[in-house]
């Protein structure tokens, strides 16, 4: 058993988490009501431990900055962040990938659907102006 060779190797891991916490003060408790609400869903009680939820929030925004991190250097070679970088990071986790291009899809949907309620809305406006002036 080397104890020295494991040493350094659980020290480097607690080094590169403490720079993280304390290279950005975030406010704890934000993300506290959506958790609870999602740790629900997934089968925890009504109202799970503080201690539970401000566990999964800290591992939550941890991988999400991490993954941030990991991105800005992929678009730091072309200049600029895209879309495209995070669907790189996650190409072999195949049900996150998919949810992000069904979200994605759905968004571009909703854009769309937008774009016509706008034009059609503007459309009745100027029906109604003409309308009113006769």
Known sequence: MNTSSAGPSS?????????????FKRK???FQKELQHMMYGFGDGPNPLP???????????EYITDLV????DIGSKRGKLSVEDFLY???KDLPKLNRCTELLSMNEELKQARKVFE??????????????EN
């Open 28 to 30: 704890r408790g934000i």
């Open 89 to 91: 990071l996650i190409r």
């Open 51 to 61: 201690e539970s939820v401000a566990l999964v929030e800290d591992i939550a925004v």
């Open 119 to 132: 034009s059609d809305e503007e459309k009745l406006r100027k029906v109604f102006e003409a309308d009113e």
């Open 11 to 23: 020290k480097s891991k607690t080094g590169l988490s403490q720079p993280s916490e304390t290279s």
């Open 69 to 72: 991190h990991k991105a800005q």
